[in-house]
């Protein structure tokens, strides 16, 4: 068993480190999708910015918000909120997806699994443009803001890559898992404060704080919006986080040279 | 993955290795099936322990050292590809042990991780990292490569508009241009016209040539004469004989080795 750790152990590490094998890979993937169009991945920043901009008015209104407060608010969640629920799908067929490669050649896992998280952080920095005027506007993101919430951003991929090799392995066993994961983000959507406020719960604030998720996403909306850094999110996120580690490295461990027979 | 072996250091010893894989259906890859089997028992979990397992290799062992070439000969199905696999570090063996020391080069499917978008040289570079190349080695590489699938600008469009020939010039020119201690092959390549294949033919025996090591799975039997000093046969997964040098020569000048028909 011990060695079978070590070998875990050794496939995250190196895996992380072969940045120009899942750079390119994950770089090809997102060209891939959007190789003969003029305005390529930022069709997906423009979608976005429709949305964000019809449903702030909509939702402002129905929640009876200010608009400034609200858009802001809306804009970092939803764009996060595509980050997490994109990368929690395509995580699931990391290693379904790569089925030729992985009968092919010898690479360490993670490597499939980054290529995935690789290609969604691509998406989202397009996606990142729409921040630039909605920080402007709101006029309150401070450079210690702006540089933890890149800092979130960063420990967000991180725990994408616990989820990936966690989701990857299960869901090449397991067929149906993707799914059911499929299914669960859209609740978790609406459970999630990313249309509406925390604060409109009230004393079921609890609600929305046993809820990782929103953790996970105030370590990037909170300094934006405000410029504070949240450190009840850092520590739950942090607590997460380590759990996360552990399950995916004892999977990786127990799993990981099954997958090649999986998949 | 480091290429600074000792020569004396490369080699392949396998010890009773055991592959055998496990076929699932849609019933088998369910999760409610699991969680029936964890719970109920009887019915459905003799169900589902009735998943078919193949054995694709059973309780092989050798040994391969520098200058071994060796040739894998047995009927479809027989396992010759899964031991290429498991000699690339694929597939691990549920029991025995396999020790595989030296850079390994497979030239197992030449069209792995194409982008069919993307430009030639993309492709070349995509190619190469994917072998193990390091960026800096890619970059070095490319013009020879390059220059060796002769297709000129055509590498600066999309490889989707390239004929099947063109394509395979450019995978056998990347794939051959990779320097390994241990070389796995399914079969030889031959590629192109009767120019090119001329060409390709010496570049692939170039390449075998200065590789210690040669694992080639063929249903040619002159093939194998010509380039292995061993055969190991392969009959549903077990070894049944192995010849060497020698006895090798004899038989295979005799046309007497029997082979299966490619």
């Known amino acids: 068993m011990h060695h079978r750790l070590n070998q875990a152990l050794s496939d995250i590490g190196r895996g992380l480190y072969m940045t120009h094998v899942w750079a390119l890979l994950g770089l090809h993937d997102v060209k891939q999708r959007y190789r003969r169009s003029s305005l390529g991945p930022f069709w997906l920043t423009l979608s976005m910015a429709i949305m964000i901009a019809s449903m702030g008015v909509l939702y402002a209104r129905l929640f009876g918000q200010d608009m400034e407060d609200y858009l802001p608010f809306l804009a970092v969640g939803l764009l996060l909120w595509t980050f997490i629920s994109t990368a929690l799908n395509e995580l699931c067929s990391s290693f379904i997806a790569a089925d030729a490669m992985i009968k092919q050649v010898k690479l360490p896992l993670t490597v499939y699994v980054a290529r995935v998280v690789w290609r969604n952080l691509l998406i989202l920095a397009h996606n990142a443009v729409i921040l630039v005027p909605v920080a402007l506007w709101s006029g309150k993101a401070t450079v210690l803001g702006i540089v933890s919430a890149a800092l979130g951003i960063v420990f967000l991929a991180g725990n994408a890559v616990w989820v990936g090799l966690i989701l990857g392995i299960v869901c090449t066993r397991f067929r149906d898992i993707p799914q059911i994961v499929a299914s669960l983000t859209q609740i978790v959507f609406f459970l999630t404060p990313i249309l509406w406020k925390p604060e409109v719960l009230g004393n079921k604030i609890w609600v929305a704080t046993i809820n990782p998720i929103f953790h996970f996403i105030e370590l990037v909306r909170a300094p934006v919006l405000t410029g504070a850094i949240p450190w009840q999110s850092w520590a739950v996120s942090l607590f997460v986080s380590a759990i996360l580690a552990v399950i995916a490295t004892s999977l990786l461990a127990r799993f990981g040279h099954r997958v090649a027979y999986w998949v | ?262």
């Not at chain 2, 099936?33 to 028992?41: D, E, K, S």
């Not at chain 2, 010759?80 to 080069?105: D, N, Q």
């Not at chain 2, 490319?142 to 004929?163: G, H, K, N, Q």
Request: include cysteine.
């Open chain 2, 1 to 262: 993955m480091s290429s600074n072996y000792r020569s004396n250091a490369i080699g392949i010893v396998a010890d009773r290795i055991i592959v055998s894989f496990p076929i699932f259906n849609a019933a088998h890859r369910s999760l409610k099936r699991t969680v029936l089997h964890a719970t109920t028992g009887g019915r459905v979990a003799r169900e589902s322990e009735s998943r078919v397992m193949v054995c694709a290799l059973d309780q092989l062992s050798f040994r391969i050292g520098p200058g071994d070439r060796v040739g894998l000969v047995g009927h479809n199905g027989s396992g010759k590809t899964t031991l290429l696999r498991v000699l690339s570090g694929v597939y691990e063996p549920i029991f025995g042990s396999i020790s595989v020391e030296g850079r390994v080069a497979s030239l197992l499917d030449l069209n792995l991780g194409m982008d069919p978008e993307a430009t030639g040289y993309e492709n070349i570079r995509l190619r190469a990292i994917l072998a193990g190349l390091t960026p800096r080695d890619v970059e070095d590489k490319l013009e020879e490569i390059a220059e060796f699938t002769e297709l000129d600008e055509y590498l600066e469009m999309p490889v989707r508009t390239y004929s099947s020939g063109m394509l395979l010039r450019l995978a056998f020119a990347v794939s051959t241009s990779i320097d390994a201690d241990i070389l796995l092959m399914d079969e030889w390549l031959s590629v192109g016209d009767a120019e090119f294949s001329k060409k390709a033919a010496e570049r692939l025996e170039g390449l075998v040539d200065r590789t210690p090591i040669l694992v080639m799975a063929s249903h040619d039997p002159n093939l194998i004469g010509k380039m292995c000093n061993r055969v190991f046969r392969l009959e549903h997964g077990k070894m049944t004989e192995e010849l060497r040098d020698s006895q090798l020569r004899k038989t295979a000048t005799s046309q007497q080795i029997p082979l299966p028909p490619s």
